[in-house]
């Protein structure tokens, strides 16, 4: 194009044309058009437009304008356009599909784009085998893919469909038929094994696919918690119990989330055996979560196959593990003393103030002799070895916020935004990264504590859209109704949510006070709402506005 002088202050736009058609002749003749017919404007301002319209549904404004970008815009435009329609970024340019990665990014779309998880459903359920197990990531469209011994990518399925039907109120997808896959199983002592499977020709209900993925799950050790397999999560962890006697105390958890829900849907469903089933199940993992997961002051993260704890109070390194303190939380009944001071060790041991960080286990690990896997060669303070590893710290945002620690949960929500870590020159240039795009991860470790690593594809910024929307600002939609429960700073005095769903245009206005003003909006605030309150889309008008007056405590809920 040459070159282009600029001179002071001034602007100049350039408009890049791409073509993509069948063949290079139909990608040039329709690149041609665009730039000489004056078509560019036009489909330009439809994209912009088709842009505007989803990441509009759900929008806020705070006295933080930093959390506004990111909430508004930033934040989905990421999990979309690099997570689930490019699945490729400067730091990974595969283009497969991971079972867990990308049904854990359309769980953010639950009630906006609520279409994209039903698909991403019946996709992922069509990569299971017929064991149970499913291919750990694979290409379209020929399939091929890894079959591996990971313990947790089965389950992301029932957690995510339980989560479209609870948010869509379309149960119905649990009904749907999709065939399984079939293919040579994994050698004794193989991790893993890449090839293109088959289809079985054998159909089953989305349900039928779920509750085979948590029958398979529950296959328990010594401990009485569910096998680690090559990976639970953290794949770098895939020495812990390849002999398959390895146990993972953060799984039993997940399945605790999974079966708190599960169970009476199988009830619901007639499936009366399984559910008693789950049931045994889920009290067997209640028991050894409290044996043999507790260490005294926080949450084991798992045991070797010869019995040794990791993530215990006893190891020279990794002595904590983020991931089973934040999950405690969930996992656990709510006031549960076990799981509050849970969250206070973490805070304690793997918050750095300093360097404004949020640790995923410390020590790193490096020279352990029960060898965690392939995590103990990333030097010490980088990625899942010691460094803020955005997703599992997400986790922690959440939890903090679920427990009602609001001055935590902002504390940590701004240690990981990207546009607060870019606050000022200097820490942007410590920072090293976009500050509009989540980072995978930040080094924790001299001389690179707080360079970010490994931007856009990161599965951290569907979970961080998540823990600002429906638990900093509370927004949690159940079918055909919606409640607020929000957690915020102490220091604001109010905010505005606005909503377009469900048919509907709401503005929320949330005051700190006995004196509410509602701003601009005077005319739209016609109902006070209470914290926690149920409301039903149906039962409001078309363009409607609500007043919710906070309490002086930084939580309602409190």
């Not at 995978?440 to 979970?463: E, K, L, M, N």
Request: net charge negative.
């Amino acid at each position: 194009m040459g070159e282009i002088e600029l001179a002071a202050a001034s602007t100049h736009e350039v408009q890049w044309v791409v073509g993509y058609a069948n063949n290079r002749d139909g990608a040039i003749t329709l690149a041609q058009r665009l730039r000489d017919g004056g078509e560019l404007v036009q489909w330009e301002r439809v994209v912009q437009e088709q842009w505007d319209s989803l990441l509009s549904a759900v929008t806020v404004q705070t006295p933080d304008p930093a959390f506004d970008a990111l909430v508004n815009r930033w934040l989905l435009y990421q999990t979309l356009s690099c997570r689930l329609w490019g699945r490729a970024g400067f730091y990974q340019a595969s283009g497969a599909t991971g079972f867990r990665d990308q049904l854990q990014d359309a769980m953010a779309l639950a009630s906006l784009q609520p279409d994209m998880l039903r698909s991403q459903l019946l996709l992922h359920a069509s990569r299971q085998f017929l064991a149970g197990d499913v291919q750990h990531w694979w290409h379209a469209p020929t399939g091929v893919g890894v079959r591996t011994r990971f313990s947790d990518d089965l389950l992301w399925l029932p957690y995510a469909a339980h989560h479209y039907g609870t948010v869509s109120g379309d149960w119905r997808v649990l009904d749907e038929q999709v065939s399984f896959l079939e293919g040579a199983t994994l050698n004794e002592g193989a991790e893993d094994a890449y090839f293109q499977p088959t289809d079985s020709g054998i159909k089953a209900s989305l349900y039928e696919h779920a509750a085979r993925s948590i029958d398979r799950a529950l296959r328990i050790g010594a401990h009485g918690l569910p096998l680690m397999g090559s990976g639970d999560w953290n794949d770098g962890m895939n020495r812990v119990g390849p002999a398959g006697q390895g146990e993972s105390v953060w799984l039993a958890m997940f399945l605790l989330v999974i079966l708190k829900d599960w169970v009476p849907l199988a009830r619901r469903r007639g499936e009366e055996e399984r559910a008693e089933a789950w049931a045994a199940s889920q009290n067997h993992l209640e028991v050894a979560l409290q044996t043999h997961g507790w260490d005294g002051a926080w949450f084991r993260r798992a045991y070797f196959d010869n019995g040794h704890a990791l993530g215990s109070g006893d190891n020279s390194e990794c002595r904590i593990d983020l991931i089973a303190q934040a999950w405690s939380v969930f996992a656990l009944p709510t006031g549960d003393e076990r799981a509050q001071q849970a969250m206070r060790s973490a805070d304690t041991e793997l918050v750095d103030q300093d360097a404004q960080l949020i640790r995923l286990l410390d020590p790193p690990l490096h020279d352990s002799p029960d060898h965690a896997g392939y995590i103990q060669a990333y030097p010490r303070g980088v990625r899942e070895n010691g460094g803020q590893y955005s997703h599992g710290a997400v986790w922690a945002v959440i939890a903090q916020a679920e427990l009602g620690n609001a001055a935590q949960a902002w504390a940590y929500f701004r240690m990981l935004s990207p546009a607060h870590r870019a606050a000022s020159a200097q820490q942007q240039m410590r920072y090293g990264l976009e500050p509009y795009v989540m980072a995978g991860d930040v080094c924790s470790a001299h001389p690179y504590t707080g360079r970010g690593g490994w931007s856009w594809y990161t599965g951290s910024s569907a979970w961080m859209y998540r823990a600002a929307v429906e638990h900093l600002i509370g927004l949690q939609i159940n079918a055909d109704r919606f409640r607020l429960r929000p957690c915020l700073p102490p220091e604001w005095p109010e905010l505005r949510l606005s909503l377009k769903l469900r048919g509907k245009d709401i503005v929320v206005w949330m005051h700190r006070g006995s004196r509410a003003e509602p701003g601009d909006d005077p005319a739209r605030i016609q109902q006070p709402v209470q914290a926690g309150q149920w409301i039903d889309f149906d039962a409001l008008p078309a363009v409607s506005g609500l007043l919710l007056e906070l309490k002086p405590s930084a939580n309602p809920q409190v």
